[in-house]
């Protein structure tokens, strides 16, 4: 690996990685690139350091700034010391020299950490020699450390075992704060801050009661010293004078709680000494005696005073306040000098009996790496957020403070009594807005929260109009002076509720889950919630305009939700007074605060599945709106109430409305959705809502378990309604596509109809010729001929499927063993059987059971996929053996069956078969060929399948003429005009002659073939409707079930093998279509892209007309914003030296970036299904087809299907060897390959392959085989409960997701983790001789282009080529 550095703009190192052959090589990275020349020696190919000798070869690359990441580039940075220590027992025989040197390293690491995290990590950089002290003299766990501050405790965990967590802080990994759950080293908690020393002094009074000996010591920062709690404890711990060690680690420099106030305390030789004198033995043993002896002599007050004067003019401003609280002051100590700390500290551990004591430790939170630069910049975190949260964004995103503020700033101006009261742990930039306006209107009190809100009631008795701006976790400490000092009085302070809800990575330290609660329960409070920014800034105006009680408001913390950034002045809305967003009669669902706009997604969902939906914006808990309440109830007969705070809140409030108002006696049926009655542990904050139940989807599905079997018909009158309005479009956007349509029409024919013949050459075989391929053709083109015609879903394919042919084979098998039916009854009884079949599936879409389908996720869906992959194969293995043995039945003494042409049979089968299946596979890539013209490549591509079935058809007449006529074999059945045929059409005249027994015991097949039409009916249109299809129009699950009813019911009386819904034929159509629409939508925007650059148009007016023409092709409505982002982003940097190089060029570039659609339209499966049923009379030609050629096909269908299946992805993952496993990246691949641990992808997939081989085997047990469904069903339980506790919430969603997230591949270089250099040389070898040989084992020898040799080709007049000779010369 070759690595060559190079000095970017800002203080950014930028390293070139490549693989350096013995030519000009480009590699491109990320960000702008620019030329570097690097050397590298000739005969050393991959130099081990930069520094190696360089020859003349000159290799320009382009570089750019790289993200040290250790998953690609392994490089770290050295840390022996730290390696060896697992536990804070390994650091007490470390030397000085060696524990400074291990506190570098500590700090390394977390910088290291930081950048790969983007998470700061300031604060625990700063306490590193600090924590490494503790660490020394105390023994922990034994001893107690406690951490008030949980931006401090990093260092502490990488020492106490948890260092190869650490990179998982607060994302589903290691907890984010102190946590007695997650090691023995935490004996307490780290919360807000402030509770550090009263655990600490429970502990140490608990240890004396006990007589125990081990030592309490608490950590706290400035930021505690703001807050009253602390003093308390410090005055009680006086007060008991229990021996315990409170260290003050102040990183201001100074005991004033701002810290650009107040004089900053200097460290010195001076200040050094006196607090290691403070600290010893001696001195307290002499100023015990000197106690001792003034309280005799009667001068003990004047002693003190002395004392105190003394040590105060010794020690910094306010370092007498803690003398006073009774605690021992020892310091200032220098917290980055491990000598000093570590001399004071086992001073101060080595006395049993001294009381409490406090160190006052010295630090700097900016302090880099010795003979490192200082970490530089500042960051300011958002409300309540922990500095461990991201750096910084990649880009801004205008958020609800940011929003807030500024609508805050335009009521200030108006409004000149209006002031601002902030308190917290830290003040987000935003607020940095209005102090700027209003210096001196804006009060930070820091974390003193109970002061706050009392000092902003005096505010409001004072003539003010105070804003009250507090975190909502923090507004929990100082509810009792809400309840008292502000509430009782009706004294109308404001209250803006920041970071409400749930807050991502801070985990349920800083989530806002109890504010709704008991805010609302306040007799005199108005409570109100926003649904949106513009919502904001109008409470913002009403709260100014109240001025008879208090009031308060809450928003969470993140993006706003409108796009537009212009700010906008509030208007004050009516207190008590919702609205209503959107209309629906079939559910309403009522939004509190943010989560209206998972309502709002919620609605789109369910729009689709044709259920109309209500919106409603509550706007306000307190007092409620009970006009829209009733109207709610009045026109809806389920209504859901979501809020994203606890049990106690909103909902409950609207109960009790209900119960007393008499509403939950009548029609109304309600769901209320809050936060789960447990702590949600840090993860995104998607992630956070999905283990919380409050997404759309989430909300949807409760709205789908209140409105399914108690409404009937409302599945069917609702798909029925949502297809009815795109009806017409579904034939315009057919027909408009003139010719093209006939290459998805003619690859979705064959892949029908050719399964469909050989399955009805197995039942002719099964049913000794009861049935036949014409039956079976006959089933498939009435069916697809309704389907399309009056059917939901115009992409479903139908077709008859192997579940019909076992339970035909079963039922005959039952039949002919009667006497009452026989062979004679056996298609009369079957009708019966469709009568039955017919009614259950009427009935299940009737009662809404398609519902369900909605609980299947992917894991469901591609294993099923899979299994039918699988037994598609297993089909054409068998056919293909078969060949190679006589058929049942047939006379042994024919020419055919003998042992030589039966074998000779089974050769050319295995050739038809694997030359259809190879041919077939080549001739879908057709457009990528490099050889033919485009037109030739195209049509190769769309029709080159069938074309392969016809060119091995005419091939399988090419044998010998010696070779017996039925050798290849061929199709054997009826034609349509035999009275074998014709007597189908007739089996309803039949139908009375079943005895009344068998009539009712009907019943029982059918049962089985109902719930296996409606497993695969409803997953193969499931299944064509995947969501990266990204289909527009909304499906029609209940409609199209009982649509299959009445065409099961149809076949059964005419005597045919019912159809259904197959696979994986359906999910193909949609597959084709959309390479349809793709080839249209490109055709049109590269024309569009061409034109605009003949006009030298920029790249904005390129991609604006390529956007228009997008826009265009979806009938006027814009797209997705995300969907055509990377389009954008392409267009726009291709000069700006991003990911494309010079100019855009449509015809290489869009390919990549075109989102995908669909062409939903009906003409498609018509043609087909009329081409099936034309091949009815076509049975001579298909007679003619070898059958080893519909094995072959059976294969190229199964293998075809395949890709785009995540688990079929995921196993092949797991046979590539870690060394080439980031081959993976460089090519597209599905996110979850990058987010997901490759433990976790093991685990899942195996689990999945195990469940796959259950369902597989279960397909072998005899009759019980038609059974397979069930595991299928019995997967939603194991989904829904049992995976979540082997694999946390975010990876099973990316394992597990709706839709395949694509990643772009980018160029990756990673030598492989091989054990010695040997196995890396090895590797590197084999890499250049795959390079430079070619496929017959010639070297390529490329010459060099250095500056010599051009001056030289110049000369001599000689042109530099590539040249071809043989290894061996």
Not at 956 to 985: E, M, T
């Amino acid at each position: 690996m070759g690595s060559a550095s190079a000095g970017c703009p800002f203080g950014v190192s930028s390293h070139c990685f490549g693989k350096i052959g013995a030519f000009s090589h480009t590699v491109q990275l990320f960000g702008a690139c620019f030329p570097l020349p690097v050397e590298f020696p000739r005969t050393n190919l991959y130099p081990s350091s930069a520094s190696s000798s360089m020859s003349s070869k000159e290799i320009v690359t382009q570089i750019c700034s790289l993200p040290d990441s250790s998953e690609f580039f392994p490089e770290e940075a050295s840390t022996p010391i730290l390696d060896l220590v697992e536990n804070p027992m390994h650091l007490k025989n470390l030397s000085l020299k060696e524990l400074k040197q291990l506190s570098d390293e500590i700090r390394l690491e977390l910088s290291s950490i930081m950048l790969k995290t983007r998470k700061s990590f300031k604060a625990s950089l700063a306490v590193a020699e600090l924590t490494v002290a503790i660490h020394h003299v105390f023994h922990a766990p034994v001893d107690k450390i406690l951490w008030d501050a949980v931006e401090q405790t990093y260092a502490h965990k990488i020492l106490t075992g948890r260092r190869a967590l650490v990179h998982t802080v607060q994302r589903n990994g290691l907890s984010g704060s102190a946590s007695r759950t997650e090691s023995e080293y935490d004996p307490f908690g780290a919360g807000h801050g402030c509770n550090s020393v009263s655990a600490g002094l429970g502990m140490a009074i608990a240890r004396d009661i006990k007589g125990k000996r081990e030592r309490i010591v608490t950590v706290i920062s400035n930021g505690t010293t703001m807050a009253g709690q602390v003093y308390e404890a410090m005055g009680n711990a006086g007060y008991f004078d229990s021996n315990m060690v409170v260290i003050l680690n102040d990183s201001r420099h100074s005991l004033h709680p701002k810290i650009e106030e107040g004089p900053k305390t200097s460290i010195n030789a001076l200040s050094s000494t006196l607090s290691k004198l403070q600290s010893s033995k001696s001195f307290r043993r002499f100023r015990e005696v000197a106690k001792d002896v003034t309280k005799r002599i009667g001068m003990h007050e004047l002693a003190a005073k002395v004392d105190e004067y003394a040590r105060g003019m010794v020690g910094p401003l306010g370092a007498t306040l803690f003398e006073e609280l009774g605690l021992y002051y020892i310091g200032p100590v220098d917290g980055h000098n491990i000598e000093d700390l570590i001399c004071v500290l086992q001073q101060v551990a080595s006395l049993n009996s001294m009381g409490p004591v406090l160190v006052h430790v010295i630090t700097e939170e900016n302090r880099g790496v010795e003979n490192k630069p200082k970490i530089e910049g500042t960051y300011k975190h958002p409300e309540g957020l922990s500095s461990s949260d991201d750096l910084a964004p990649r880009m801004h995103h205008r958020t609800y403070s940011d929003y807030f503020v500024e609508a805050l700033v335009m009521e200030a101006e108006k409004d000149k009594d209006i002031v601002t009261v902030h308190a917290g742990m830290h003040m987000e930039t935003s607020f940095e807005l209005f102090r700027e306006r209003f210096p001196d209107k804006f009060f930070d009190v820091g974390m003193a929260e109970q002061h706050a809100v009392t000092f902003s009631a005096g505010l409001s008795c004072g003539g003010l109009k105070p804003f009250c701006i507090l975190p909502s976790t923090f507004l929990q400490r100082a509810y009792d002076q809400v309840v008292h000092d502000v509430d009782r009085q009706r004294i109308p302070v404001r209250f803006a509720i920041t970071s409400a809800g749930l807050v991502g990575s801070d985990g349920p330290m800083q989530c806002g889950a109890f504010d709704i609660t008991f805010m609302s329960c306040l007799p005199n409070m108005i409570v109100m919630a926003p649904s949106n920014e513009d919502e904001l800034a109008n409470m913002v105006a009403t709260a100014a305009s109240i001025d008879d009680r208090p009031v308060c408001f809450r928003y969470p913390r993140g993006a706003i939700v409108g796009m537009d950034h212009s700010s906008c002045r509030g208007m004050p809305i009516e207190i008590g007074k919702g609205k209503i967003l959107a209309e629906g009669k079939d559910v309403a669902l009522l939004g509190y605060g943010s989560m209206v706009q998972n309502c709002l997604k919620a609605r789109s969902l369910l729009s689709k599945l044709g259920i109309e939906v209500t919106v409603a914006d509550a706007r306000f808990c307190k007092p409620l709106d009970i006009k829209l309440l009733r109207q709610l109830c009045e026109n809806h007969s389920f209504l859901i109430t979501v809020e994203e705070g606890s049990i106690g809140g909103f909902g409950s409030h609207v109960a009790q409305f209900f119960s007393l108002d008499g509403q939950l006696d009548g029609k109304i049926k309600w769901r209320p959705i809050v936060l789960p009655d447990n702590y949600i542990e840090h993860a995104s904050p998607s992630e956070q809502l999905a283990i919380a139940g409050l997404t759309g989807h989430h909300i949807a599905a409760t709205a789908l378990r209140m409105d399914s079997i108690k409404s009937p018909f409302k599945g069917i009158v609702n798909d029925f309604k949502g297809r009815k309005a795109c009806y017409k479009q579904d034939w315009i956007g057919g027909i408009c596509s003139g010719f093209r349509i006939l290459a998805p029409t003619f690859y979705i024919f064959f892949a029908s109809a050719l399964p469909v013949i050989a399955f009805g050459e197995q039942l002719s075989r099964d049913t000794e010729g009861s049935l036949s391929t014409v039956e079976t053709l006959a089933s498939t083109a009435i069916c697809g001929v309704i389907q399309s015609l009056f059917g939901g879903q115009p992409l479903l394919v139908l077709g008859v499927a192997e579940p019909t042919v076992i339970m035909y084979n079963y039922m005959y098998t039952f039949s002919k063993k009667r006497p009452e039916l026989g062979g004679e009854l056996f298609l009369a009884w079957t009708g019966w059987v469709c009568v039955w079949t017919s009614l259950l599936l009427i009935l299940l879409a009737i009662f809404n059971a398609c519902n369900i389908i909605s609980r299947f996720t992917r894991i469901a869906g591609e294993l099923f996929g899979m299994l039918i992959s699988v037994l598609f194969i297993q089909e054409a293995i068998k056919g293909v053996v078969s060949e190679f043995s006589m058929p049942k039945e047939e006379d042994p003494d024919k020419e055919e069956f003998q042992f030589q042409w039966l074998y000779t049979n089974g050769l050319l089968a295995v050739i038809f078969c694997f030359g259809l299946l190879l041919t077939a596979l080549k001739s879908r890539k057709a457009r990528s060929w490099l050889y033919g013209t485009g037109w030739l490549r195209s049509f190769i591509a769309d029709y080159g399948v069938p074309l392969m079935v016809l060119v091995w058809t005419a091939m399988s007449y090419g044998v010998p003429k010696k070779v017996p006529h039925a050798v290849p074999r061929r199709l054997l059945c009826p034609y349509p005009w035999d009275n074998d045929s014709l007597y189908h059409w007739t089996v309803i005249m039949d139908m009375g002659d079943v005895p009344v027994t068998y009539i009712f015991a009907a019943i029982i097949p059918a049962i089985m073939i109902a719930g296996l039409y409606f497993f695969d009916h409803s997953v193969a249109s499931q299944l064509a409707q995947q969501k990266e299809f990204n289909l527009q129009k909304p499906s029609a699950y209940h409609y199209d079930l009982l649509l299959l009813g009445i065409m099961t019911l149809i076949c059964g009386l005419l005597g045919l093998p019912p159809s259904n819904g197959v696979l994986p034929q359906s999910p193909m159509h949609t597959k084709s279509l959309a390479t349809l629409r793709k080839q249209v939508i490109r055709k049109k925007m590269v024309k569009s892209a061409k034109d605009c650059m003949k006009e030298n148009g920029s790249n904005s007016e390129i991609y604006g007309r390529m956007e228009a023409v997008f826009i265009e092709m979806e009938g006027g409505s814009p797209p997705n914003p995300k969907e055509l982002a990377n389009l954008k982003e392409a267009v726009m940097n291709a000069d700006d030296g991003g990911d494309l190089k010079g100019k855009f060029d449509p015809e290489k570039h869009i390919d990549a970036h075109l989102p995908v659609r669909v062409n939903e339209q009906r003409v498609s499966n018509l043609l087909q299904s009329l081409l099936v049923g034309v091949s009815i009379l076509g049975i001579a030609a298909i007679k003619m087809i070898p059958t080893s050629v519909l094995w072959g096909y059976f294969a190229y269908m199964a293998i075809d299907s395949l890709p785009g299946s995540q688990f079929f992805e995921r196993v092949l993952l797991l046979f590539i060897s870690p060394s080439r496993r980031y081959k993976v990246l460089e090519g597209s691949h599905a996110s979850f390959v990058e987010l997901v641990p490759y433990k976790y992808i093991v685990g899942f997939t195996l689990f999945q392959v195990i469940y796959f081989l259950m369902c597989f085997g279960v397909t072998w047990i005899p009759i019980a085989g038609i059974l397979f469904p069930l595991p299928f069903f019995l997967l939603i339980s194991i989904r829904q409960h049992l995976l979540p506790k082997f694999f946390p919430p975010s990876h099973l969603q990316e394992l597990d997701s709706c839709e395949w997230e694509e990643c772009p591949g980018a160029p990756q270089e990673k030598p492989p983790e091989a054990g010695g250099d040997e196995g890396a040389d090895a590797f590197f070898d084999a890499e250049l001789l795959d390079e430079m040989t070619t496929s017959r084992g010639e070297l390529k020898l490329r010459t060099s282009f250095s500056s010599t040799e051009d001056s030289c080709s110049r000369d001599s007049g000689k042109t530099t080529s590539f040249e071809e000779v043989p290894l061996f010369s």
